[in-house]
């Protein structure tokens, strides 16, 4: 049931990313819903991958890389899901860091309830 919760958290959180950003357009809330499932997969499976690579890089680059890394996933859920579209890498960049602030506070919410 956590996943489920995740899942759902992660798409209100691309909803409103999408909402706020010019350049970051969702089509429905289907859309929003397997925009999470894919970047949870992606987050789940390449992304560890794509973290492993790029050590020396994100070493030198004291961790920075690793925006680099999220702005990838972000354009390849793009490919991937047809009612999401993200025009620019800059849009990928904001959409990264807007979809995580909302997906923690959301999830700060949620485990208070819980308690």
Do not use: C, E, H, R
Request: hydrophobic share 65%; charged share 10%.
């Amino acid at each position: 049931m956590g996943i489920l919760i995740k899942i759902l958290v992660t798409a209100v959180a691309a909803y409103v990313a999408a909402y706020f950003l010019p350049g970051v357009a969702i089509a429905s809330v289907q859309s929003a819903v397997i925009v999470a499932v894919v970047l949870a997969i992606l987050n789940a499976i390449l992304k560890p991958i794509l973290i492993i690579l790029t050590i020396p890089i994100t070493i030198l680059t004291l961790g920075l890389f690793l925006l680099i890394i999220n702005i990838i996933i972000v354009k390849l859920a793009d490919y991937f899901v047809d009612g999401f579209t993200v025009s620019s890498w800059l849009s990928a960049l904001l959409f990264s860091l807007i979809v995580s602030l909302v997906s923690t506070i959301l999830n700060a919410i949620l485990s208070k309830d819980k308690d």
